[in-house]
């Protein structure tokens, strides 16, 4: 450093300090910005996030609300009487069975939903159902009140497969045949994997749509025979669903996505406008 010259290092040092400022500020500034970016992705980032979760929600408050119980199934158990006063007839009534069409205090049957109930017999082969021919099955819904809400009455026969006929007879078989297929089948009869029965469906409502001013409760369905057997029968109730109920049973991820896609442009335009607004009140 030259002694003669302090005013050239004082210029020095001055510059350097002003550089060094404007190196500071600028720093400064781009920290500022980079924070400000941050904190601008962080909100659009939450904001996308949450108008994605309020699309979700909504879509799935609505499909919970508006779609019904596609099917429901349940065991059909039957009691009749015995105290016969002559002794030549077995039952004194009809089998009877009392259904309820409730479910964890809740209806099954969705309200204007059309419904086509059916009925499964599991019956032996025996020589008792083979003479009986056709038999009717009356089937009956109430409501909590005790008031009759449908009544259904439909003949059955046998069939060797299951059937959704609503009447039927039984099909012939031949005295030959029966032996045939007795043989055939011999080794899976004795061993329990076969059984000699028949599985027949009977349709009892085929568009029943809920009173929703008295809705059922609980169903009665009475079996007019009383030579009848039975292994085991079961309700089953399916939805006829049409329109978006259909389109959201059958393609459950299409809808999901077509519905959510349109809640999250919809609840976006929203919230662009409001957006614009407020900042145009504020200016």
């Not at 009956?140 to 059937?163: E, M, Y």
């Not at 169903?219 to 259909?246: D, F």
């Not at 299409?254 to 607004?277: D, E, Q």
């Amino acid at each position: 450093m030259d002694p003669e010259n302090p005013r050239g290092d004082g210029d020095s040092s001055g510059l350097i300090g002003h550089v060094l400022l404007r190196l500071q500020n600028a720093v400064v500034k781009r920290m500022s910005r980079t924070r400000q970016r941050i904190i601008h992705g962080f909100i659009v980032v939450f904001i996308v996030f949450l108008l994605l979760w309020i699309s979700v929600f909504l879509y799935g408050s609505f499909y919970y609300s508006y779609m019904p119980n596609a099917s429901y199934s349940t065991q059909v158990h039957y009691y009749y009487r015995t105290n016969c006063d002559s002794p030549a007839s077995l039952f004194c009534s009809y089998p009877v069975a009392n259904i309820s069409l409730m479910r964890n205090e809740q209806h099954v049957l969705t309200l204007g939903q059309a419904y086509r109930m059916s009925l499964q017999l599991e019956m032996p082969d025996s020589p008792t159902n083979q003479e009986l021919g056709m038999f009717m099955i009356k089937a009956t819904c109430f409501s909590q009140d005790g008031g009759q809400v449908a009544s259904s009455a439909r003949s059955a026969g046998h069939l060797l497969s299951a059937s959704s006929s609503r009447f039927s007879m039984l099909r012939y078989r031949s005295d030959l045949l029966r032996f045939l297929g007795t043989v055939l089948l011999l080794p899976a009869f004795l061993t329990g994997v076969s059984e000699q029965k028949q599985v027949l469906e009977v349709e009892l409502f085929s568009d029943y749509t809920d009173n929703p001013y008295v809705p059922s409760v609980t169903a009665i369905i009475e079996i007019l025979s009383n030579k009848v057997q039975i292994y085991s029968s079961e309700l089953y109730i399916h939805a006829h669903l049409t329109g978006i109920r259909y389109l959201m049973f059958n393609f459950p991820l299409l809808s999901a996505l077509v519905g959510m896609c349109s809640n999250f442009m919809l609840l976006s335009l929203l919230f662009v406008i409001s957006y614009v607004r407020l900042m145009l009140k504020v200016d």
